[in-house]
């Protein structure tokens, strides 16, 4: 069977991800494209899917009888609607991080699937799908004893200027907090942001980096650098420190040169690289599971618990305060 798809959304990673499902994997086909920009879904037609029909709105496309799955690849505060109508419609739905931007956006969407009986939600957490952190999963399962901390690093290049403070928790921070949450097997109890001194490459209305601290369910204490305009390059570090040793996220492959004195390496400069399998490996994943009318992956009980702690680290951000995270009982269909 070939899942036909339709993407919602067709900028940056709307376009990359039409490219893997029509060029890179099999058992899909993009059939349809909606951008509130109609220029931007024209483009992507025009490249990677000639044959995918435009729809002006994305409910349209949504409810479409071509259509048997869904992507959301719309800016973030668009897509509870879009997830919500995709669920209304009994059709997988893959959406892009964040699943809403505020928990109880992400609540309603949790309700409404629970409502319907079935997964239909698989939230765009890619790190889980990465062979890098599954490596280092198995390693901090087995290997290193208990945990006890972990010290993490997001750096971006650089950032535009729409890019603003809250930004670094819900835009950039959110993959740390859904896959250190999936690594550890734990959950948040507290969030506290500090910010050191301030780069003179960071413009006025943000404040970079900043340093988020995080404590777990279990006790485990993280810190989490994150620096959107670090400048040299893209770099996402993770080391857990056991109580019998510890272990690194391993650095992207890449050639060793030893040249005119020097030893060196290329460091990457763009996300889309960095995590370029786990991108694969996770639509992959949707396309199997949507075959069966269904969803797999990260849930949206993850994108939920996601967004709650966000809006923790929102607020201590704002409050300069350790802010306590409170979970309500996760339902067992999420199990
Ligand atoms: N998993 C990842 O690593 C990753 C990487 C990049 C982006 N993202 C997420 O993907 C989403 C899109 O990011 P992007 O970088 O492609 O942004 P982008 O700005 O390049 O593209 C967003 C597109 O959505 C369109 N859009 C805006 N409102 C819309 C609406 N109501 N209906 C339909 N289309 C609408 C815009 O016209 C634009 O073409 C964001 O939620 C972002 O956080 C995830
Ligand atoms: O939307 C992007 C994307 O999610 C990247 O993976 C992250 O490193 C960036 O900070 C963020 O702006």
């Not at 980096?209 to 620096?227: A, M, N």
Request: charged fraction near 25%; aromatic fraction near 6%; hydrophobic fraction near 45%.
């Amino acid at each position: 069977m070939t899942v036909r798809i339709g993407v919602i959304g067709t900028g940056m990673i709307g376009r990359d991800h039409t490219r893997r499902i029509n060029q890179v994997l099999s058992g899909a086909e993009v059939v349809a494209l909606s951008d509130y920009s109609p220029d931007a879904a024209r483009a992507v037609q025009a490249d990677l899917a000639p044959g995918a029909k435009l729809h002006d709105r994305g409910e349209d496309l949504i409810a479409s009888a071509d259509v048997d799955a869904v992507l959301v690849c719309s800016t973030g505060a668009t897509h509870e609607a879009y997830v919500l109508a995709a669920i209304a419609a009994g059709k997988p739905v893959f959406c892009e991080k964040p699943l809403a931007t505020t928990a109880e956006a992400a609540l309603r969407i949790v309700e409404a699937e629970a409502a319907h009986g079935r997964r239909l939600v698989q939230v765009g957490f890619m790190r889980r799908y990465d062979a890098g952190y599954r490596m280092l999963k198995q390693v901090v399962d087995r290997q290193i004893g208990t945990p006890l901390m972990v010290h993490a690093a997001h750096r971006n290049q650089s950032v535009p200027e729409s890019y603003l403070t809250p930004m670094a928790i819900h835009d950039t921070l959110i993959h740390e907090i859904d896959v250190l949450r999936w690594l550890l097997d734990d959950d948040y109890v507290s969030a506290q942001v500090v910010f050191p001194r301030k780069s003179r490459h960071a413009h006025a209305r943000l404040a970079d980096p900043q340093i988020v601290l995080l404590e777990t369910k279990k006790g485990v204490r993280i810190d989490v650098e994150v620096f959107v305009n670090c400048q040299y390059g893209y770099d996402i570090q993770c080391q857990v420190v056991g109580e019998e040793g510890l272990a690194n996220l391993p650095e992207p492959m890449t050639i060793a040169m030893r040249r005119e004195a020097r030893l060196q390496s290329d460091i990457l400069v763009d996300w889309k690289q960095r995590f370029i399998d786990s991108y694969d490996v996770e639509l992959a994943d949707f396309i199997q599971a949507a075959a069966r009318g269904t969803a797999a992956g990260p849930t949206a009980w993850d994108g939920y618990v996601a967004a709650i702690t966000s809006d923790a680290c929102v607020e201590a951000q704002e409050s300069g305060r350790i802010v306590p995270i409170s979970l309500p009982a996760r339902p067992a269909h999420y199990d």
